[in-house]
Every structure is written in structure tokens, then in C-alpha cells.
Nanobody, 123 residues
């Protein structure tokens, strides 16, 4: 059974770079046609797709985050990492990593979800 686990700092200062890692167990990040995403939920708001990477190491980003996002993977550790630069209070959210077969077009198409990790942006 595939399991995802997020890790990273719970508190980040404004203007700094947020870095989160998602470790995949029970499956491979290079499994053909699989897609892995970062998704977040800010207080009082719905889910927002941040970006993702697929089995071929292509990456995709939410344009609303204006080029602040970078996603990379480490196949030797079976994990992928999110970096979000120049953070503001608006980036405070619970961040989830999620995965599925194919490129999901809706959140309920993701098969696997991490438990989520709270990130607060504050000085």
C-alpha cells in the first residue's frame, strides 16, 4: 500500500523559502503514468493545487503562484520536494502531498494522500 509522508518546518519567516519533502513508501516515484502533487489548504479556504511532477520527471506549476514554486525529486530516496520562495502570510496553510495514476483533473482523483503538515508564515 502506497503511503505518503510530508516533512518540513512548521514555521517560516516572511520572504524566506519554504521547503517541504514528501517521502513515498510502498510504491515508486517513477511508476509509469503516476503523478505526484503538492496541494494546500489555507484557513477558511478550499484546496489549492500548488504543483506536481510526473513519472517522467516533468514538472507543472500553478501559474497563480507567479514563478515562486520549484518541485524536484530524488529517485534514490523515493521522495519529492517543494520549494516556495518569497513566502508571505498568504502562504500559511496545511500542505499535502498526493499521488495518482495519470494527471488528475480533480482533487478526488488523487488516490494517495499524506496526512498534511501545517506551515505558518510569521515573523
Amino acid at each position: 500500500q502506497v503511503q505518503l509522508q510530508e516533512s518540513g518546518p512548521g514555521l517560516v519567516k516572511p520572504s524566506q523559502t519554504l521547503a517541504l519533502t514528501c517521502i513515498i513508501s510502498g510504491g515508486s516515484i517513477t511508476s509509469k503514468y503516476y503523478y505526484w502533487s503538492w496541494i494546500r489548504q489555507s484557513p477558511g479556504k478550499g484546496l489549492q493545487w500548488v504543483g506536481g511532477t510526473d513519472w517522467s520527471d516533468s514538472t507543472y506549476y500553478n501559474p497563480s503562484l507567479k514563478g515562486r514554486t520549484s518541485i524536484s525529486r530524488d529517485t534514490s530516496k523515493n521522495q519529492f520536494t517543494l520549494q516556495l520562495s518569497s513566502v508571505t502570510n498568504e502562504d500559511t496553510a496545511v500542505y499535502y502531498c498526493a499521488g495518482g495514476n495519470g494527471i488528475p483533473t480533480a482533487f478526488d482523483e488523487y488516490i494517495y494522500w499524506g496526512q498534511g503538515t501545517q506551515v505558518t508564515v510569521s515573523s
